[in-house]
């Protein structure tokens, strides 16, 4: 997680009145004994951890989506794609998300049969093209979306510069 991203994060989370999402923007900031910052590995940890019911996780949800990175978008709904109330709150919110994250909801099996045409037809002309897109394709797409995420899951750790956790030697 690059540094300048974890304090919008941190930001943006610390204006909530919730103890549980205010937790979670000091662990974000929190360096380990030896000096390392949590990485989504960790963070995603930490959330399972603090946020427990579907209403916790879903007023996360509406915090996290006024910062749209969309790694944390994605990884949250990967997450939570079997939970049917997490992803019709984020179906709710499709328009409102980046590019990538809208064609993952498009995409995985779990919501896209829940989207309605009319939420379609309020989206780009990117999204309703790739929409029209055979299922194989998206299946492709989805897949590489998947890898993406399992990688950043994959990093617990990093330094807390401002390098990015692509560089192997900042992370663990």
């Excluded at 949250?76 to 590019?99: A, G, H, R, V, Y």
């Excluded at 890898?147 to 663990?172: E, M, T, Y």
């Amino acid at each position: 997680m690059l540094e300048k991203i974890r304090k919008v994060y941190a930001n943006e989370l610390l204006k909530s009145e919730n103890e549980q999402i205010i937790k979670l923007a000091e662990y974000i900031q929190d360096k380990d004994t030896e000096g390392r910052k949590p990485c989504w590995g960790k963070i995603i940890s930490k959330v399972n951890e603090l946020f427990e019911s579907d209403d916790q996780k879903i007023e996360l949800w509406k915090q996290l989506i006024k910062i749209p990175e969309e790694n944390s978008l994605m990884l949250f709904i990967i997450e939570n794609k079997k939970n049917e109330k997490i992803l019709d709150e984020s179906i709710k919110d499709i328009e409102m998300l980046p590019i990538p994250v809208q064609k993952m909801l498009i995409s995985l099996n779990e919501s896209s049969s829940k989207i309605s045409k009319k939420n379609i037809e309020s989206l780009s002309e990117e999204i309703q093209a790739y929409n029209k897109q055979n299922k194989k394709k998206k299946n492709a797409e989805l897949e590489l979306m998947e890898q993406r995420i399992n990688n950043i899951k994959s990093i617990d750790a990093c330094l807390g510069h401002s390098l990015d956790a692509d560089h192997n030697h900042d992370v663990v």
